[in-house]
C-alpha cells in the first residue's frame, strides 16, 4: 500500500473515528497492526494500523514525522516567558494549548476520560530508575505508540485511547506522541473534577518500535504477594508508598473488561448503559468523577457491582499503604494533593525533555515578566568622559568656582567695569 493511499484511508477513519465511542472489544481485538508486513524490524513510517477483514474501515499510519531530526525555526517554538531563548522545542505551546482544547472537546463527546488516563500512566510507568540510558530506560516517550509496544498484555484495549488521539496528533504535528499522551492524561484528570497537575512539556518521542521497552515492567493486579509487587514495580519507577496509594485513586475513573485485561464483570448496573461504550465493572458508582470515593468504597466493600482487584485490596490491608489509604477515604484535599503531585511526578518518568528543564504552558506558571527598569535603556544624553570632566573642572577652578556650585557673583566689580566702560565710550563718542 502505498503511503498515500494508507494516509488517505487513515484520513477517513479517523473522521469516522472522532465521532464515534470507543469500540467495543470484538471490534477492537480485530485490529492488528502491520507492520510493514513481513518486515521483521519495520520502520516507523511503514507501520499501519488495519482491520484483519481487508476490506473494513481501520488504517492509520503512525508518524511520518518522527523519522527526521524534527526541529522548527526558534521563532515559532520560543514560548512566552522565555523570549530570546536559542532553544528549539520538539512540541510547541501554542499547538500543545490548541491540543489541548480539542482533548477537552473529545472528552465531552465520546466519554473517553478513563482510557486517557490509562494510557499516559502505561506509556510513562515502564521506566527503570536503575538504567540511565534514554530511551532505554522507558517512560514517558511515545514508545506506547508502536504495535509491539501496545500488544503487551498489560496493554489490552489502549490500541483504542491511541485511535481517539490519532486525529489530534495529526492536526498538531508539532506536538510529541510523549506530550501528548501525557497532556490527554492530565486533562482527562481535570475534566473529570480531579485536581490540576502542573505538567510540564518538551517530551521527546523515540522514534522507532525497536526503542519500545520489555514487556512485562508493568503492575499484575493479582500477584501472589499484591503489596510486595507493587513496591517492587512502583519502586523500579522512583515512587514511594505515598504515591503508590495516591495514584492507584485513578481507579476512581474507568472500568475493567474481563475481555481486556480479565479482571471484572462483563458489566454491571452502573456500566450497562454507558456512557461511553457499554460493559465493564467500574470501581466507583460514578465513575466519570475524579473524586476519593474509590478509597472510601474499596474500604467498605459494600456493593458487589463495584471492583476490587487484589492491588486495590492491599491498600487498606498493608500497614503503611494503609495510613494513606485511610487518609484519602477521609480528606479528598488530601487525596486530591497527593494525587496531582504524584501524577505529574509520573508523568515525567524516564522523559527526555528539550528544552532540559521542560517547559509549562499554563500563563500563571510562567516566569513573571522583568520589571521594566529605566536605568537599563539609554536616554538619549550622551555621557561625558573622565578626561573632559576633569577639564571642565579645571577650567572651573581657574577663575575660582567649580562645576558643582555656581560662581558666587561679585557686583561691586561688574558696576565698577560697567562704569568704566561706560566711561570709555562717552570720552570716545566725546571726540
Ligand atoms: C497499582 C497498580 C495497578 C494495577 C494492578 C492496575 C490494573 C488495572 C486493570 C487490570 C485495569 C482494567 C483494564 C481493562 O480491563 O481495560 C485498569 C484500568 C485502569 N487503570 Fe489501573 N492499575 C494500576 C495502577 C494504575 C495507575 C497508577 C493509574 C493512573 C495513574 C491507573 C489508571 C487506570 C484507569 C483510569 C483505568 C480505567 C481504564 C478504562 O476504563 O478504560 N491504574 N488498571
Not at 481485538?29 to 481501520?58: A, D, G, Q, T, V
Not at 493486579?221 to 523500579?236: C, K, M
Request: one cysteine or more.
Amino acid at each position: 500500500m502505498s503511503e498515500g493511499l494508507v494516509s488517505a484511508t487513515a484520513a477517513a477513519t479517523m473522521a469516522s473515528l472522532t465521532t464515534s465511542r470507543l469500540l467495543p472489544h470484538a471490534k477492537a481485538s480485530s485490529i492488528r497492526l502491520l507492520p510493514s508486513l513481513s518486515s521483521p524490524n519495520p520502520k516507523p513510517s511503514s507501520l499501519c494500523f488495519r482491520s484483519l477483514s481487508s476490506s473494513s474501515s481501520f488504517a492509520f499510519l503512525p508518524p511520518l514525522l518522527h523519522r527526521s531530526p524534527w526541529r522548527r525555526t526558534v521563532a515559532a517554538a520560543v514560548p512566552r516567558g522565555t523570549a530570546g531563548s536559542a532553544t528549539a522545542f520538539v512540541s510547541d505551546p501554542d499547538q500543545l494549548k490548541s491540543a489541548r482544547e480539542d482533548i477537552k472537546e473529545l472528552l465531552k463527546t465520546t466519554f473517553c476520560h478513563p482510557i486517557l488516563v490509562r494510557l499516559g500512566w502505561h506509556d510513562a510507568g515502564t521506566y527503570d530508575k536503575n538504567i540511565e540510558e534514554w530511551p532505554k530506560r522507558g517512560g514517558a516517550n511515545g514508545s506506547l505508540r508502536f504495535e509491539i509496544e501496545l500488544k503487551h498484555a498489560a496493554n489490552a484495549g489502549l490500541v483504542n485511547a491511541l485511535k481517539l488521539l490519532q486525529p489530534i496528533k495529526e492536526k498538531y504535528s508539532s506536538v510529541t506522541y510523549a506530550d501528548l499522551f501525557q497532556l490527554a492524561s492530565a486533562t482527562a484528570v481535570e475534566e473529570a473534577g480531579g485536581p490540576k497537575i502542573l505538567m510540564k512539556y518538551g517530551r521527546v518521542d523515540v522514534t522507532g518500535p525497536e526503542q519500545c521497552p520489555d514487556e512485562g515492567r508493568l503492575p499484575d493486579a493479582g500477584p501472589p504477594s499484591p503489596a510486595g509487587h507493587l513496591r517492587d514495580v512502583f519502586y523500579r519507577m522512583g515512587l514511594n508508598d505515598k504515591e503508590i496509594v495516591a495514584l492507584s485513586g485513578a481507579h476512581t475513573l474507568g472500568r475493567s473488561r474481563p475481555e481486556r485485561s480479565g479482571w471484572g464483570k462483563p458489566e454491571s448496573k452502573y456500566t450497562k448503559d454507558g456512557p461511553g461504550a457499554p460493559g465493564g465493572q467500574s470501581w466507583t458508582v460514578q465513575w466519570l468523577k475524579f473524586d476519593n470515593l474509590y478509597f472510601k468504597d474499596i474500604k467498605e466493600r459494600k456493593d458487589e457491582d463495584l471492583l476490587v482487584l487484589p492491588t486495590d485490596a492491599a491498600l487498606f490491608e498493608d500497614p503503611s499503604f494503609k495510613v494513606y489509604a485511610e487518609k484519602y477515604a477521609e480528606d479528598q484535599d488530601a487525596f486530591f494533593a497527593d494525587y496531582a503531585e504524584a501524577h505529574a511526578k509520573l508523568s515525567n518518568l524516564g522523559a527526555k525533555f528539550d528544552p532540559p528543564e521542560g517547559f509549562s504552558i499554563d500563563d500563571s506558571e510562567n516566569p513573571v515578566p522583568e520589571k521594566f527598569v529605566a536605568s537599563k535603556y539609554s536616554s538619549g544624553k550622551r555621557e561625558l568622559s573622565e578626561s573632559m570632566k576633569q577639564k571642565i573642572r579645571a577650567e572651573y577652578e581657574a577663575v575660582g568656582g567649580s562645576p558643582d556650585k555656581p560662581l558666587k557673583s561679585n557686583y561691586f566689580l561688574n558696576i565698577i567695569i560697567l562704569v568704566a566702560v561706560l566711561a570709555l565710550l562717552t570720552s570716545l563718542l566725546g571726540n
